[in-house]
């Protein structure tokens, strides 16, 4: 069975440009998340879909970041514009049910220079 | 905001030692994880606790979930050259029908053969 795939694994964009990350779940997990890491900080909560419904987007930092998850399968989260201190790595996971463990995929690496 | 300490951040060790790493919070969770992350790759799930007080073995591995539900430690037996990498606790919290993770700032570990 494959795992929660994210693509692209690294991404290097300018300042003010947009990025368009992707994850794909494990199939028929309903719930999807994604969180980042900034160097050296922990990892952070960012949002939490269930089927293509947002169910908590507290996390997201703001109106720059827009995630979306049409038809309840794979998910998009777009920076437009991107800033440098968007740099980080994004990560998505998912889960059966809400409160079971989360898997994660390998990660997109975002530098914004 | 909900918040875990996790210690050590860090902690170099010789190989066949013993490691333990905690993750102590103020806030109540009613789920714990405890993942690793290798270099490049995304936090892998290593054990999953339900219940406080509950405590369970992978392997090499074991974790509690503390009797309070503030806490959990995971204790690594045996330590392998593979052990290395950074682990991280993460605490499951539910909020008006949300749920996420919170995550530790990571133990980074390294083993000396």
């Known amino acids: 069975e494959a795992g929660v795939t994210q693509f692209p694994s690294h991404s290097v964009i300018e300042k003010g440009q947009t990025v368009t990350l992707r994850c794909d779940p494990i199939s028929g997990h309903d719930n999807l998340y994604w969180y980042r890491r900034v160097m050296g900080k922990e990892i952070k909560f960012l949002l939490h879909f269930v089927k293509e419904s947002k169910q908590d987007e507290s996390g997201m930092p703001n109106n720059r970041f827009l995630a979306e998850r049409t038809g309840g399968t794979y998910s998009t989260l777009k920076v437009q514009p991107a800033e440098l201190e968007d740099s980080g790595v994004y990560f998505c996971?998912?889960?059966?049910?809400?409160?079971?463990?989360?898997?994660f995929g390998q990660g997109t690496r975002l530098t914004v220079v | 905001g909900q918040q875990l300490n996790q210690s050590p951040q860090s902690m170099f060790i010789q190989e066949g030692e013993d490691v333990s790493m905690n993750c102590t919070s103020s806030s109540i969770f009613n789920t714990w994880l405890w993942y690793k992350q290798d270099p490049g790759e995304g936090p892998v799930l290593l054990i999953a606790?339900?219940?406080?007080?509950e405590l369970t073995s992978n392997g090499r591995l074991t974790a509690q979930f503390g009797i309070t539900r503030k806490d959990s430690f995971l204790n690594i037996s045996a330590s392998i050259p593979s052990d290395v990498g950074i682990y991280f606790c993460a605490g499951q919290i539910t909020t008006s029908g949300t749920y996420k993770y919170i995550f530790g700032t990571g133990t980074r570990l390294k083993v000396l053969a």
């Open positions: 606790l339900y219940k406080a007080g």
């Open positions: 996971a998912s889960s059966l049910h809400p409160n079971t463990e989360a898997f």
